[in-house]
């Protein structure tokens, strides 16, 4: 039978019961479910128990269940036997700390709505956006659908994780052990952004991550440069000419094999991305800066979005304290990120970089290596059937054609739901880039509150008749 009947009444529904689905939220948002800080442990099972008691109202069948961290919440809709779409819907209830304090012009878990300095109304508190305001959209749609129908759209099963913001080290061995609890058609997460206040969008990529440290050693000691200057060798010398020579004129990078399985945007996709005018001034003019320094003869939202990259983020070596000592250091170190795209394996891309620093050493020199993280880039399918279903329904809602952007960050548990269940991910999230996350003053738009709720019940009625 088709949703598409029920669905005025479902919104209508969300539109009346606003102000409630505000208050839900605001109870969410008191709890101090900080991960990081174990002072917070018993607030991060507090805020597993209110989520878990407010989904079990909707229908669920919900426990919060034990991790070697902070709890989890695996809560599932009665389904039919499998005769429609089965959604996993992905959030976590975990937040930054709050620090600083005093830069906060409210307390950080007392949440209100405000008026911007430009008249938007925002809800400010710790977690307003990331991710209580987001995975509550997703909720709150679910309430409307058995509120107005009695039943929801699709079968759906909810798991929210309470260390997200600390890595999820604990998560996906939880994900893991109970891989076969987890059988859907593909994953929703709400933990991405808007193009602009009035755009919406489906992130389709994410670039993936290999991080490196590089440490160059060449003598015994430290050494007085006016004895051996000019006959010892260097490692800052030595680091500082490899690192140079990873980027040539035009921006490229260097290493052999870098480029191996990277593709060209399709002209379609680059088309779109070309109108949506990101541009030096809007994008680096705030930043204090105005020329692009990424691949020359590539868009700016090329360059952030779907090219990869190398930065070095910290760079070590001889003396950098107060005044001076004239010395020769016995090593030199830095610290080296890649953002990967589709195409590029992590081990390969590390093992590349390795081999470029190796090769380059001069004698009486040696390099060790750390590697601090790494997971794939992900890109979804731009045919897939669930994508297309969700780009109709936000288009729908906002009145501006939803923008399919790729997103330079990494967010691993969309590499975890690949690798762990099989499944692909679409991101759909109502964030801005205003809204400080992770940062003092953390806000949500009321409207991307409101409107995001609107948005996941027409989504969840799309998805329904989208063919599987």
């Known amino acids: 039978m088709s949703n598409a009947p029920q669905l005025q009444p479902v919104l209508d529904r969300i539109d009346a019961d606003f102000d409630n689905s505000l208050e839900r939220l605001f109870a969410l948002l008191r709890i101090k479910s900080i991960s990081a800080d174990p002072a917070f442990a018993a607030d991060c099972k507090a805020a597993a128990d209110h989520l878990a008691s407010d989904i079990a109202t909707l229908g669920f069948s919900t ?4 991790t070697a961290g902070h709890p989890a919440i695996v809560a599932k809709s009665n389904g039919n036997g499998g005769s429609r779409p089965h959604v996993l819907f992905y ?12 830069l906060w012009h409210r307390p950080p878990f007392e949440p209100a709505v ?6 938007r109304k925002i809800i400010v508190a710790r977690g307003a956006q990331d991710d209580k305001g987001q995975l509550m959209t997703f909720v709150e749609a679910c309430r409307a659908w058995k509120s107005v129908t009695g039943s929801l759209p699709v079968d759906i099963t909810i798991v929210i994780e309470g260390e997200e913001e600390v890595g999820s080290k604990n998560f996906v061995p939880f994900l893991e052990k ?11 997460v709400c ?3 808007m193009w602009n206040p009035n755009t919406p969008a489906i992130t389709t990529s994410l670039r993936g991550l290999v991080y490196e440290e590089v440490k160059i050693k060449a003598a015994n000691r430290d050494l007085h440069s006016g004895i051996f200057g000019g006959g010892a060798q260097n490692p800052i010398r030595v680091l500082t000419r490899i690192l140079g020579g990873i980027f040539d004129e035009s921006g490229h990078i260097t290493i052999p094999g870098f480029y191996d399985g990277v593709k060209d945007l399709p002209p379609d996709v680059l088309a779109q991305w070309s109108k949506l005018d990101l541009t030096p001034d809007s994008f680096l003019k705030p930043i204090g800066l105005s020329i692009p320094a990424g691949e020359k003869g590539r868009l700016l939202i090329e360059q952030v979005s779907s090219r990869p990259t190398c930065d070095i983020n910290g760079i070590i070596g001889g003396y950098t304290g107060e005044g001076s000592k004239t010395v020769i250091p016995a090593e030199a170190s830095a610290k080296v990120s890649f953002r990967l795209v589709e195409g590029q394996a992590p081990d390969k891309i ?3 970089f390795r081999d470029y620093v190796t090769a380059r050493l001069p004698g009486d020199c040696r390099a060790e290596f750390g590697d ?3 997971a794939p880039a992900i890109a979804l399918d731009w045919n897939m059937k669930p994508l297309a279903a969700a780009r109709r329904a936000l288009t729908e809602e906002w009145g501006k054609e939803t923008v399919l952007m790729g997103s330079g960050a990494s967010i691993p548990i969309v590499a975890d739901f690949k690798r762990t269940l099989g499944l692909d991910t679409v991101l759909v999230g109502f964030g801005l880039d205003d809204d400080n996350i992770h940062s003092p003053n953390e806000k949500y738009d009321l409207k991307s509150y409101h409107k995001g709720i609107r948005s996941w019940a027409r989504i969840l009625a799309a998805l329904a008749e989208a063919p599987r």
């Open 191 to 193: 933990d991405t952004g």
């Open 63 to 66: 426990e919060v269940r034990p």
């Open 372 to 374: 601090h993280s790494s």
């Open 114 to 119: 405000t008026t911007h300095a430009d008249g």
């Open 91 to 102: 959030g976590h209830y975990d937040v930054q700390p709050v620090d600083p304090l005093n």
């Open 178 to 188: 109970i891989k076969d609890e987890l059988k859907a058609d593909f994953a929703l």
């Open 350 to 352: 590390r093992k590349a």
